[in-house]
């Protein structure tokens, strides 16, 4: 079974800001999606941005990129530049290509002070 | 526009009795699913069904059923063997296709408390 882990609970970051979210996983699957989803206080969770396991390039979503490291099972997510609207919960998911459900990490709560 | 709505949005239990959540999604998607979430901790599975007429356990099935009659609705029904339900239970929803990067859309979520 897949397990994910993210290791901080709590993280705080001054507005304007650079920040890193750890996500790492466990799986023995080669073919896989990565995902971080955002869910702000009593707000919708939402997606971030995703990594397929084949692909090389980290992905980047305007402010938000990921370092991805397919043989250390590491996905960690870098908020550039952070908002106060960036203050929310972070959860990272793990979904292999041939299964019907992502498996979630435990979250990481992010404050983006003023 | 398409999306996931989940009613209601407060639900209050008595003590042996079974309650049930709302879920319906308008985005044409085949998969759906719900998660219940404890105060500051990650999302953990309890039902999923990737088509009409058929569901899976996930990892916190027991006290809890579905059902998945139609494409667009997977209500879950918290019945009186789930001895601690207070929690917020997200439902979510996704293409459904095995090989899709598709992410999973979730809806605003049901926060359940005993009386």
């Known amino acids: 079974a897949q397990t994910v882990t993210q290791s901080q609970p709590e993280m705080s970051v001054q507005e304007a800001e650079t920040v890193t979210l750890s996500c790492t996983y466990d799986t023995s699957e080669s073919n896989y999606y990565l995902f971080w989803y955002k869910q702000p206080p009593s707000r919708q969770m939402i997606l971030v941005i995703r990594?397929?396991?084949?692909?090389?390039q980290n992905a980047t979503e305007n402010r938000f990129s990921v370092n991805f490291q397919k043989a250390a099972k590491s996905f960690s997510l870098k908020i550039s530049d952070s908002q106060l609207g960036d203050t929310a919960m972070y959860f990272c998911a793990f979904k292999h290509t041939n299964a019907g459900k992502s498996t979630f990490g435990d979250g990481t709560t992010l404050t983006v002070k003023p | 526009d398409g999306g996931i709505t989940q009613s209601p949005k407060y639900l209050f239990r008595k003590e042996g009795q079974n309650v049930t959540l709302s879920c319906e999604q308008n985005l044409n998607h085949d998969a759906m699913y719900w998660y219940r979430q404890d105060p500051g901790q990650g999302l953990r599975l309890i039902y999923y069904?990737?088509?009409?007429?058929?569901?899976q356990k996930g990892d916190i099935a027991e006290g809890y059923s579905v059902s998945r009659e139609k494409k667009e609705s997977f209500p879950l029904t918290v019945t009186s063997a789930q001895k601690n339900p207070t929690a917020f239970y997200l439902c979510?929803?996704?293409?459904?296709?095995?090989?899709?990067?598709?992410?999973?859309?979730f809806g605003d979520g049901t926060r359940l408390s005993i009386l």
């Open positions: 979510a929803s996704t293409t459904g296709e095995r090989l899709s990067n598709q992410p999973q859309h």
């Open positions: 990594q397929e396991a084949y692909k090389q």
């Open positions: 069904s990737q088509i009409v007429n058929d569901f």
